[in-house]
């Protein structure tokens, strides 16, 4: 048995009615994550404030109210919610793995957030592209997110949502050595189909990459889904679609999958576990063949203007 890492998946139900209320459940979470030891905990996809289920079910030309409402409670990204939680991941010597609606001037984003356990920001990416009805709320990312980082827990990186389906997206961290992969949904939508979809999609990753994945989703109460929409059709859309779980690099979940209602998925990852996986096949090395199937990655920013030196 090689290192052990102890990681948490948590699954929790945002605050919707203001922008504070659900970053005080991040911290509360992370503390008690750590009363079990936990070295890493990863949080559901733009969980705070809250994940815009309302554009989900809503027309975009009846949703700007709401639409405000997220810009008014968004988060930048350093500041005062980020720096909440990085004391909090400081004080529990913990990675933190956080979705954020991050706000930049005039536009927003869906942001993952990774914290080392000294608090300080690993990395913030963005969604490289916004999925169907959430192209109305968010801009899109750049290749600069696509990065692997090096934490307290080893070489960490991650995707949000349906960037699990894009396979080009997920060989850019395979080539970078991740070890541990980070994967955030909103949970509480579409029923139990996206549920099943989101482990088969975790599951081949971590058996294609040799890697661990920690998943996260959210979760909507009832009381919740009725205060985004009151149509009783389309409340059955914010019903379903949760999967925190751990799965090891063979593919293995190592505990039951949290399917509804709060708490955490608790696991120990045995890193040796890695290199056995990748013994006997790590697809970007002695898997690969690169001399007529490689990728092309631009990691620049993609920026409005390029400013020269004089």
């Known amino acids: 048995m090689g290192k052990i890492v102890r990681a948490a998946a948590i699954q929790l139900s945002p605050v919707l009615e203001n922008g504070t209320g659900t970053v005080e459940k991040v911290c509360q979470a992370i503390r008690n ?18 994940y815009p289920y309302f554009s989900f079910v809503m027309p975009a030309s009846k949703m700007g109210a709401e639409h405000m409402r997220l810009y008014e409670n968004a988060v930048t990204v350093p500041g005062p919610i980020t720096d909440m939680v990085a004391a909090e991941a400081r004080a529990a010597g913990m990675v933190v793995v ?37 192209r109305m709320v968010w801009g899109q990312g ?46 509480s939508m579409v029923g139990q189909i996206f549920a099943d979809q989101m482990e088969v999609t975790i599951r081949h990753h971590a058996l294609e990459a040799g890697c661990f994945v920690v998943n996260a989703t959210g979760w909507l109460t009832d009381e919740q889904i009725v205060s985004i929409t009151l149509d009783t059709g389309l409340q059955q859309a914010l019903r379903g679609g949760c999967c925190a779980a751990i799965v090891s690099p063979e593919g293995v979940l190592l505990a ?25 096949m790590d697809s970007v090395g002695h898997y690969a063949r690169p001399e007529f199937l490689s990728l092309q990655h631009d990691m620049r920013p993609a920026m409005p203007v390029q400013i020269q030196p004089a």
């Open 33 to 50: 994550a750590a009363a079990q030891g936990v070295q890493l905990a990863v949080f559901p996809e733009t969980f705070v404030p809250y």
């Open 98 to 134: 956080l979705g954020v609606n991050e706000r930049d001037h005039g536009s927003l984003y869906n942001t993952q957030v990774i914290f080392d356990a000294d608090g300080t920001i690993l990395l913030k990416r963005r969604k490289i592209t916004p999925t169907f009805h959430e």
């Open 142 to 187: 750049d290749g600069a997110g696509l990065r692997v980082v090096e934490s307290a827990v080893g070489r960490v990186g991650a995707l949000a949502c349906w960037e699990h389906y894009n396979p080009l997206a997920r060989y850019a961290l395979m080539t970078q050595h991740e070890e541990i992969h980070c994967a955030q949904f909103p949970g």
């Open 256 to 280: 039951p999958p949290l399917r509804e209602g709060e708490g955490m998925v608790v696991a120990d990852l045995d890193m040796s576990l890695i290199v056995k996986r990748k013994r006997m």
